[in-house]
């Protein structure tokens, strides 16, 4: 009914910078809710930022000043941008959807950021 479809990962040096992107199709209510969520191996999935469709953020304390997330509702499209990049950045990224009309959270296939020391 949703799908997720990420970009942008890849690998970059500690100090730099990337931008993920997702975009949303299917069955979407304007109301809603995208975000990112990251899991890095053996550790739990957690909260990297989400965004409203109104505008409101949220951001997990570790990325708090250093990443970014914004949204283009007409493209149903989400970005993260992620500058100061530590290695403890290195993660699956996973884009994240849930509207008004649903309690379950959807979820992309996930894309690998990697930052080498």
């Known amino acids: 009914q949703v799908q997720l479809v990420e970009s942008g990962g890849g690998l970059v040096q500690a100090g730099g910078s990337l931008r993920l992107s997702c975009v949303a199709s299917?069955?979407?209510?304007?109301?809603?809710?995208m975000g990112w969520y990251r899991q890095a191996p053996g550790k739990q999935r957690e909260l990297v930022a989400t965004i409203v469709s109104g505008g409101m953020t949220n951001y997990g304390d570790s990325v708090k000043g250093r990443f970014t997330i914004s949204r283009d509702n007409a493209k149903s499209t989400v970005y993260l941008q992620m500058n100061s990049l530590k290695p403890e950045d290195t993660a699956v990224y996973y884009c994240a959807f849930r509207d008004i009309m649903r309690t379950t959270w959807y979820w992309g296939q996930g894309t690998q950021v990697t930052v080498s020391s």
């Open positions: 299917g069955s979407i209510f304007s109301i809603n809710t």
